[in-house]
């Protein structure tokens, strides 16, 4: 029973657009979210993260939407620059429970 | 200040051979954990451990071991490899379980 879901395996996006990437969690007990991003032959990085009580986060370039009704979080990219290729990882941790728990990934490619 | 280092990075396993995993931190981090990263599967915790000398499962825990002796080092275990466990491996620790987790750059393994 996958409890971070992330539907779209890739997602190709023109250098300078907007990139949204989207992840749906079933454990409603979930909160905390986190996003992290992964180049190949290299282990996932940090990006940014939420906490339940917030709806959106900023930074820099990175914004993170939080919808608990829905059970849905997105990552918005803007703008998009080609180094931004690389697989983005949605993961969630609830706060009585230790386990970090990540979906499957969504590979993003920027287009030139 | 190295973060999380594995090792070895890569390796290749006989069936029915056993070997160990490495993990270590130099962040004073109490929670460490194990993943792995199959293709179209994300990353999928194996067992994971919230200080020195506590363990628990994960999600996909059979076929390993792990312990925590000393905090800084998290070490997976395989008694008997099978084909079923070539994947990629990684490590990461958090200061808390709350907060981001710092990975290492993975070990890649092949059982044959």
């Known amino acids: 029973d996958q409890q971070v879901k992330q539907n779209s395996p890739s997602l190709s996006v023109q250098e300078g657009r907007i990139s949204i990437l989207n992840c749906d969690y079933t454990n409603s007990m979930f909160d905390y979210f986190l996003w992290y991003k992964k180049y190949p032959a290299e282990g996932p990085t940090f990006l940014i993260s939420i906490s339940s009580i917030k709806d959106k986060n900023e930074d820099g370039r990175f914004t993170v939407f939080l919808n608990k009704s829905a059970k849905h979080l997105s990552l918005h990219i803007v703008p998009s620059q080609p180094g931004d290729s690389a697989v983005y990882f949605c993961?969630?941790?609830?706060?009585?429970?230790?386990?970090?728990?990540f979906g499957k990934g969504t590979r993003l490619h920027i287009l030139p | 200040n190295a973060g999380v280092t594995q090792t070895p990075k890569f390796r290749v396993l006989k069936t029915g051979q056993s070997m160990t995993l490495l993990c270590a931190q130099d962040?004073?981090?109490?929670?460490m954990y194990w993943y792995r990263q199959d293709p179209g599967m994300g990353l999928r915790l194996i067992h994971y451990?919230?200080?020195?000398?506590?363990?628990a499962k994960g999600e996909v825990p059979d076929g390993y071991n792990v312990s925590r002796l000393k905090k800084q080092n998290f070490l997976l275990g395989l008694e008997s490899a099978a084909p079923s466990q070539t994947s990629v491996y990684f490590c990461?620790?958090?200061?808390?379980?709350?907060?981001?987790?710092?990975f290492g750059q993975g070990t890649r393994l092949t059982v044959v």
């Open positions: 990461a620790s958090t200061l808390d379980g709350n907060t981001e987790a710092f």
């Open positions: 962040m004073n981090h109490e929670y």
């Open positions: 993961a969630a941790d609830e706060n009585r429970d230790d386990k970090i728990i």
């Open positions: 451990s919230v200080g020195e000398g506590t363990t």
